[in-house]
């Protein structure tokens, strides 16, 4: 059954106004990594987006969760979901439709798989990036949006940062396979855009949690986490000095700032999808967890294994990311990080649950 919060976001992206829908009109959507957290919002979204606007879209879907994917379709009314390794190319006997947009969302994205399948990071990052911008060249896309990492600045040293900020990623770590990936496929659609005219625009993504993530996923992301311990009463254990800063953004925020950069959006350009107010060092988002969660009846505890780097954690940094350019387009965060925990575990714990009001604060 679909959660009450969920599906109120996803209703609130389908009347955001700063959309430019009808651009949209009798368009053919391809998405990858449909059965992830931000490729299956997006397939919703744009669902309900089309009923709403009477758009006529066709959605189409891929990834390598049959499953999921086929629950996509009979659940919420996707039209084709196509099961496919990303690393190979698409034939037309599989894809024989027009396709005017792509969202490129498919990605290894878990620390673990960083470091003890690096190779697999990079060749499922670049040859897939690759093999979705021929075949937007092929279908000649009207836009094609590809979903990069706040990871790409690596070590700047800088408290704030903007998309022309890169700074330094050590090049002898297993782990550095996921944001030099990242790099190359960014580099690769700005050359597809310089040499074949592909309107690529990159989103270079914050840390997106919130509502739509089922509590029994084996998602591992630092607040999905931190949010489960508390919701069952544990204290939450950290595995580093969580001093480093991470940078947040609600599910329905990073979706509508997707869209904004699909319709919106400079081709060959990269945009920062984040909100800044969101931002907080590991232990704080910890503590936000622990209080808005946990009543106040978790604690925060600092216990580093002995074996702490081979589970993928990124080095400190100690940034936010600027998103003036992102609002430059009209695109507005609505929730704070208080409220990204409430909304998420409210989806977990009460269908019924709303929670309308947002918060920029932590």
């Given at each position: 059954?679909?959660?009450?919060?969920?599906?109120?976001?996803?209703?609130?992206?389908?009347?955001?106004?700063?959309?430019?829908?009808?651009?949209?009109?009798?368009?053919?959507?391809?998405?990858?990594?449909?059965?992830?957290?931000?490729?299956?919002?997006?397939?919703?979204?744009?669902?309900?987006?089309?009923?709403?606007?009477?758009?006529?879209?066709?959605?189409?879907?891929?990834?390598?969760?049959?499953?999921?994917?086929?629950?996509?379709?009979?659940?919420?009314?996707?039209?084709?979901?196509?099961?496919?390794?990303?690393?190979?190319?698409?034939?037309?006997?599989?894809?024989?439709?027009?396709?005017?947009?792509?969202?490129?969302?498919?990605?290894?994205?878990?620390?673990?798989?960083?470091?003890?399948?690096?190779?697999?990071?990079?060749?499922?990052?670049?040859?897939?990036?690759?093999?979705?911008?021929?075949?937007?060249?092929?279908?000649?896309?009207?836009?094609?949006?590809?979903?990069?990492?706040?990871?790409?600045?690596?070590?700047?040293?800088?408290?704030?940062?903007?998309?022309?900020?890169?700074?330094?990623?050590?090049?002898?770590?297993?782990?550095?396979?996921?944001?030099?990936?990242?790099?190359?496929?960014?580099?690769?659609?700005?050359?597809?855009?310089?040499?074949?005219?592909?309107?690529?625009?990159?989103?270079?993504?914050?840390?997106?949690?919130?509502?739509?993530?089922?509590?029994?996923?084996?998602?591992s992301r630092v607040a999905v986490q931190f949010a489960?311990?508390?919701?069952?009463?544990?204290?939450?254990?950290?595995?580093?000095?969580?001093?480093?800063?991470?940078?947040?953004?609600?599910?329905?925020?990073?979706?509508?700032?997707?869209?904004?950069?699909?319709?919106?959006?400079?081709?060959?350009?990269?945009?920062?999808?984040?909100?800044?107010?969101?931002?907080?060092?590991?232990?704080?988002?910890?503590?936000?967890?622990?209080?808005?969660?946990?009543?106040?009846?978790?604690?925060?505890?600092?216990?580093?294994?002995?074996?702490?780097?081979?589970?993928?954690?990124?080095?400190?940094?100690?940034?936010?990311?600027?998103?003036?350019?992102?609002?430059?387009?009209?695109?507005?965060?609505?929730?704070?990080?208080?409220?990204?925990?409430?909304?998420?575990?409210?989806?977990?714990?009460?269908?019924?649950?709303?929670?309308?009001?947002?918060?920029?604060?932590?």
């Amino acid at each position: 059954m679909t959660k009450y919060v969920f599906r109120e976001d996803i209703e609130q992206v389908a009347l955001n106004e700063n959309i430019p829908w009808r651009d949209m009109l009798g368009a053919s959507v391809l998405i990858t990594g449909a059965t992830g957290l931000i490729g299956s919002a997006l397939v919703r979204s744009l669902i309900a987006a089309s009923m709403k606007h009477n758009l006529g879209l066709r959605i189409i879907g891929t990834g390598r969760n049959i499953e999921k994917g086929r629950a996509l379709i009979e659940l919420y009314g996707m039209d084709v979901f196509i099961e496919n390794d990303i690393r190979q190319p698409f034939s037309n006997d599989k894809l024989p439709y027009s396709i005017d947009y792509i969202f490129h969302c498919a990605s290894i994205t878990q620390s673990i798989d960083m470091v003890s399948k690096p190779v697999d990071v990079i060749t499922t990052a670049v040859d897939g990036t690759r093999n979705m911008l021929e075949l937007a060249r092929i279908k000649q896309c009207k836009s094609f949006v590809y979903l990069s990492s706040m990871e790409v600045y690596g070590q700047t040293g800088l408290d704030e940062v903007s998309e022309t900020d890169l700074g330094y990623w050590d090049l002898s770590r297993y782990r550095t396979s996921y944001p030099e990936s990242k790099r190359l496929c960014e580099n690769l659609c700005v050359a597809f855009t310089g040499q074949y005219g592909i309107p690529v625009k990159i989103a270079r993504l914050a840390l997106t949690f919130g509502a739509g993530i089922s509590r029994d996923s084996s998602d591992s992301r630092v607040a999905v986490q931190f949010a489960k311990k508390a919701v069952s009463g544990e204290d939450i254990e950290l595995h580093t000095s969580g001093n480093s800063i991470i940078n947040c953004c609600y599910t329905s925020d990073a979706v509508l700032g997707l869209l904004t950069l699909l319709l919106k959006g400079k081709e060959g350009e990269a945009y920062n999808v984040a909100n800044p107010a969101a931002a907080a060092k590991v232990r704080e988002m910890a503590e936000v967890a622990a209080s808005v969660v946990g009543d106040g009846k978790v604690k925060v505890i600092i216990k580093i294994p002995d074996d702490a780097l081979e589970y993928g954690y990124a080095p400190d940094n100690g940034y936010t990311l600027n998103v003036d350019k992102l609002k430059s387009l009209g695109w507005q965060p609505s929730y704070g990080l208080a409220d990204m925990f409430r909304r998420m575990v409210a989806d977990w714990v009460d269908n019924s649950f709303s929670c309308k009001t947002a918060e920029n604060k932590i």
